[in-house]
């Protein structure tokens, strides 16, 4: 079944303690990236990934960090999460970047930081 | 990105159709229409896409106005799982595949 999957689903940690989210696509797709959703915000993009080795800035990438090393995974990484990064999220890969493509997202992350 | 406005919600009964209006009135000749849904606890879910024509899907239809600014997704048989927040999105050529999504419409569905 073509689907993206998250990892973990739910998290609780502390301030400081560093922190990967992993994300996997079996849809060979070149195109991944991260949102995150927060109430009367909507979702913001994180940061996006057009290739292996290629990633860049979305919308809200401060105190967020990703790699793309292999084409099918594009872990999210918090070095320092703060609870301002309290929030849910979501992973989505599409097969290119282009305005037609559909995107495709994972079930979610729910992050708490205390 | 062009802006687009939606209702913040609407109500439908079971297997009447439902008519989700949207309206993106700057929007430029190559911007895509895409709608998304988000149902509860989960990740959001691609549902249509049009540019000026009219579309079809086992899921709902895409009318676009002939000005195109404005769209209306139709869901012809609303069901219990079709309550949702709906996502009319306007997808930019330069932005390539950054969706942005606006606050949507919380659809509910009354059996």
């Known amino acids: 079944e073509a689907q993206v999957t998250q990892n973990p689903r739910y998290l609780i940690t502390v301030t400081g303690k560093k922190l990967t989210v992993t994300c996997s696509q079996n849809m060979n797709h070149e195109y991944m990236s991260w949102y995150r959703q927060d109430p009367g915000l909507g979702l913001r993009q994180i940061y996006y990934s057009m290739n292996v080795e290629a990633t860049d800035k979305g919308d809200v990438p401060e105190g967020y960090k990703v790699s793309r090393k292999e084409k099918r995974n594009f872990p999210l990484i918090l070095e320092s999460p703060s609870p301002n990064q309290t929030s849910l999220y979501f992973c989505a890969s599409s097969l290119a970047r282009r305005s037609t493509d559909t995107q495709y997202f994972g079930p979610g992350t729910r992050l708490t930081v205390l | 990105d062009a802006k687009t406005t939606q209702p913040n919600s609407m109500e439908s009964n079971e297997e009447e159709p439902v008519h989700l209006p949207c309206n993106h009135s700057t929007i430029s000749g190559t911007d895509y229409i895409h709608w998304y849904r988000q149902l509860p606890s989960q990740g959001p879910e691609y549902v249509i896409h049009g540019l000026t024509s009219n579309v079809n899907n086992r899921m709902a239809s895409l009318a676009i106005a002939e000005d195109r600014k404005s769209s209306t997704l139709i869901l012809h048989r609303a069901t219990l799982r079709d309550a949702a927040v709906y996502y009319c999105?306007?997808?930019?050529?330069?932005?390539?595949?950054?969706?942005?999504f606006g606050e949507g419409t919380q659809l509910t569905v009354n059996p």
């Open positions: 999105i306007l997808r930019v050529q330069t932005s390539g595949s950054r969706l942005t």
